[in-house]
């Protein structure tokens, strides 16, 4: 899914630089006199009679003709797909955006430079960012994180001076669902409760699923907790409708077999939320393995 949404990305950049440039071209001048173009390094060049010149732009002129298709347009000058912290991204001489693509749980920090310049730029979960008119300031920028990534889930484009004016960041690439494991064989005591960590849902949709699978023979029961304050803030429960399933046992499921899955409806609006899971037959203990779908 992270893949597709760059390639998706990439498409928009096609379409939105190829359909200007799509009869960039080379020219050749048939008249008797000089002609005026722009070069593909975007100097403005003389054309003798007779002379062809390479360009990015689309001509309309008597006795300019076309000669070639080539060369055509990409705006990116480089990109790459970062699965390591402390990569290094050295910038392309050429490049005058650096774009930041992150598709990841992860929240990175990102250097200029060094390491010693602090503090560093945060990049959040599933965000992006584009530093413009890098390479005047900077030759290299640093990627750091804590979390496990997949290739293409964060990746790094460079961008000439035409894409510079292009805010990636504003590309819909469509909604995407996020999986998070909340319990993994947590087994809670009789009468007691597990809560999971706290997971970011700002830029959710609004929509939530829950799967579970219970052993025991205990009862379990899953409610979530909202907070504004942040992911190290107070988590409050809501004074009613936070409970999302009660009294599931190890018969849960259309199999019986304590496997099942439900929708989340109604959740307050909030920031962070965490899921509470709470024994709540007070005789015997629940084992759960619990995960969250968020889209």
């Keep these: 899914m992270k893949n597709s949404r760059y390639l998706i990305l990439i498409l928009a950049l096609i379409m939105v630089f190829g359909a200007g440039m799509a009869d960039a071209a080379t020219y050749r001048n048939d008249s008797n006199g000089y002609i005026s173009i722009e070069s593909t390094d975007g100097r403005t060049i003389q054309l003798a009679p007779g002379e062809s010149g390479q360009t990015y732009q689309y001509y309309d002129i008597d006795n300019l003709t076309k000669t070639s298709d080539a060369p055509r347009y990409n705006p990116v000058i480089a990109q790459a797909s970062i699965t ?6 050295s910038v392309d001489t050429a490049a005058d955006t650096v774009v930041v693509i992150n598709d990841s749980d992860a929240a990175l920090s990102v250097y ?3 390491r010693t310049n602090t503090p560093a730029t945060p990049i959040p979960a599933d965000s992006r960012w584009n530093f413009d008119d890098i390479r005047a300031v900077a030759d290299k920028l640093i ?3 804590d979390e496990t990534v997949s290739d293409g889930q964060i990746r790094v484009l460079q961008l000439d001076r035409r894409g510079q004016g292009l805010d990636i960041g504003n590309f819909d690439t469509g909604p995407r669902t996020t999986v998070y494991t ?3 064989g ?3 005591a009789a009468g007691g409760s597990a ?6 849902v700002g830029k959710a949709a609004g929509y939530f699923s829950l799967q579970v699978a219970i052993t025991g023979d205990g009862t379990v029961k899953f409610e979530y907790l909202v907070s504004m304050t942040g992911e190290d803030g107070t988590f409050v429960e809501p004074s009613e409708g936070n409970d999302i399933e009660t009294g599931l046992t190890n018969t849960a499921g259309t199999a019986s ?8 409806s109604d959740l307050m609006l909030a920031p962070y939320i965490q899921i509470n899971a709470t024994e709540t037959g007070l005789s015997d203990s ?8 968020v889209q």
């Design 112 to 114: 200029w430079g060094s």
């Design 84 to 89: 390591a912290s402390g990569t290094e991204v």
């Design 143 to 145: 990627i750091d994180f």
């Design 195 to 200: 809560t999971s960590d706290a997971i970011y």
């Design 257 to 264: 077999d304590g496997n099942d899955a439900f929708p989340i």
């Design 182 to 184: 909340l319990f993994d």
């Design 186 to 188: 947590t087994t809670i």
């Design 286 to 293: 629940v084992t759960l393995t619990t995960r969250l779908g």
